[in-house]
C-alpha cells in the first residue's frame, strides 16, 4: 500500500561552495526517501558559520540558498535560524529522517545542532549517515583557490 503522505527528509549544513559531495547527498536523500520523499534543507546563517568556523563563508547565505534551490533533488530550502540550535527548524520541517554525512561520525553531530537522541526518539525521526564523498569538500576548493 502507498503512502498518502511523502517521506520528509531533512539535512542541514552550511553548503558553501557546493560541490558534487553535496549533489550526491542530496540526491541519497531523495533515494532514501523513495519516490514520494520530500527533501527540504536548512542552511546555516553567515554569522553562525562565522562563529563555529572563525570565517565567514565565500557564498554568502542568499547565494546558497540559491544553489540549493536551483538543485533538482531539493524540495525547500530554509535558514537555520535556531543556528546551534536547530530544534525551531526540526519542529518546523518535522521529518521522518534527519539526514548527516558521515564525516560527522564519531562527532557529537547531536550535541553540535543542540538536540538529544531523546528529542528525535520522541518525534519518531531517525538520524541516518550517509558516506562522505572522499576527496570533495569546501575546504578542499578554497585551498585551491589560493
Given at each position: ?7 520528509k ?26 519516490a ?11 554569522d553562525f558559520?562565522?562563529r ?33 540550535d ?5 519542529d ?5 529522517l ?41 575546504t ?7
Open positions: 500500500m502507498e503512502r498518502d503522505v511523502a517521506v527528509v531533512l539535512t542541514i549544513g552550511t553548503f558553501d561552495l557546493i560541490h558534487p559531495g553535496h549533489v550526491a547527498l542530496l540526491e541519497r536523500c531523495v533515494e532514501l526517501g523513495g514520494r520523499a520530500h527533501v527540504s534543507v536548512g542552511v546555516n546563517t553567515d558559520i562565522r563555529y568556523k572563525g570565517k565567514y563563508p565565500v557564498m554568502t547565505l542568499v547565494e546558497r540558498l540559491e544553489m540549493l534551490r536551483s538543485i533538482r533533488w531539493v524540495d525547500e530550502v530554509l535558514i537555520n535560524k535556531g543556528n546551534e536547530c530544534k525551531p527548524l526540526i518546523e520541517v518535522m521529518p521522518d534527519l539526514v548527516v554525512g558521515s564525516d560527522w561520525m564519531g562527532r557529537d553531530y547531536l550535541k553540535q545542532i543542540g538536540v538529544t537522541r531523546e528529542y528525535l526518539e520522541k518525534r519518531n525521526i531517525a538520524l541516518v549517515f550517509l558516506p562522505y564523498t572522499v576527496g570533495v569538500s569546501s578542499a576548493i578554497r585551498a585551491r583557490l589560493k
